[in-house]
């Protein structure tokens, strides 16, 4: 009989360190002792968001507020005990938000950044890499960026995000014009100062302007 599994692709961000992923060290075999997506497989009374929530609260101590379907992976040999499918998620979240804790069949919980990874365990490298393609697609045509980073952020913050996530640099002016013309981001009266320089001003992400932008329709392209 074939068994049904998810598995969690979080992403997090931090401004020093670009863009992460997190994984776990599993406790037994197989593939005992390597580093792997956080997941497992879906009992019969729950949802598969349920069991996906369930197993990073379990295997990592997270909760995750932005999670949504990836892809299916269901390879015949994908797993040596049985045959299993899996349903994989893709999450964005604020490290720093929370305090991971690696619990039942977890050893370990750490983040790691998305271009310095360990060996995975299973196909987890085929699914982060889905992951990965995902979020590049998606910022390209929707604000999810502002899941993953501070309320209040400095601009260079944002521009940072989206140059790890693309993995080149951007052309700032450009970029920052494109992004204030939709009204979705507020420039605050604060500043932040980190390091040598003049402070940098702080801006933050206006949902209600967004949503409405968005039930009207618009065309959300930063890299025309």
């Given at each position: 009989?074939?068994?049904?599994?998810?598995?969690?692709?979080?992403?997090?961000?931090?401004?020093?360190?670009?863009?992460?992923?997190?994984?776990?060290?599993?406790?037994?075999?197989?593939?005992?002792?390597?580093?792997?997506?956080?997941?497992?497989?879906?009992?019969?009374?729950?949802?598969?968001?349920?069991?996906?929530?369930?197993?990073?609260?379990?295997?990592?101590?997270?909760?995750?507020?932005?999670?949504?379907?990836?892809?299916?992976?269901?390879?015949?040999?994908?797993?040596?005990?049985?045959?299993?499918?899996?349903?994989?998620y893709y999450g964005?979240?604020?490290?720093?938000?929370?305090?991971?804790?690696?619990?039942?069949?977890?050893?370990?919980?750490?983040?790691?950044?998305?271009?310095?990874?360990?060996?995975?365990?299973?196909?987890?490298?085929?699914?982060?890499?889905?992951?990965?393609?995902?979020?590049?697609?998606?910022?390209?045509?929707?604000?999810?960026?502002?899941?993953?980073?501070?309320?209040?952020?400095?601009?260079?913050?944002?521009?940072?995000?989206?140059?790890?996530?693309?993995?080149?640099?951007?052309?700032?002016?450009?970029?920052?014009?494109?992004?204030?013309?939709?009204?979705?981001?507020?420039?605050?009266?604060?500043?932040i100062q980190r390091?040598?320089?003049?402070?940098?001003?702080?801006?933050q992400f206006n949902?209600?302007?967004?949503?409405?932008?968005?039930?009207?329709?618009?065309?959300?392209?930063?890299?025309?």
């Amino acid at each position: 009989s074939i068994k049904v599994s998810v598995d969690a692709v979080v992403f997090g961000y931090d401004p020093a360190d670009g863009v992460s992923v997190l994984l776990i060290k599993r406790k037994f075999d197989p593939f005992r002792k390597s580093w792997a997506l956080p997941g497992g497989l879906v009992k019969n009374e729950e949802s598969l968001e349920e069991a996906v929530r369930r197993e990073l609260q379990e295997e990592a101590g997270i909760d995750v507020n932005y999670l949504e379907q990836l892809y299916t992976f269901g390879q015949p040999n994908r797993d040596p005990r049985n045959r299993v499918v899996s349903v994989a998620y893709y999450g964005l979240v604020r490290p720093k938000d929370f305090q991971i804790a690696a619990q039942t069949d977890a050893e370990d919980v750490n983040w790691f950044a998305i271009h310095k990874l360990p060996r995975l365990a299973f196909d987890h490298k085929q699914i982060l890499e889905t992951g990965i393609k995902r979020l590049r697609g998606k910022i390209a045509y929707e604000p999810v960026g502002f899941e993953l980073l501070d309320k209040r952020f400095p601009f260079s913050d944002l521009e940072n995000l989206y140059q790890s996530l693309i993995g080149h640099d951007i052309d700032r002016r450009n970029f920052k014009k494109k992004i204030m013309k939709y009204g979705f981001l507020e420039e605050l009266d604060e500043t932040i100062q980190r390091g040598a320089g003049r402070p940098a001003r702080l801006f933050q992400f206006n949902r209600k302007a967004y949503f409405e932008l968005k039930e009207h329709g618009y065309n959300f392209d930063l890299f025309l």
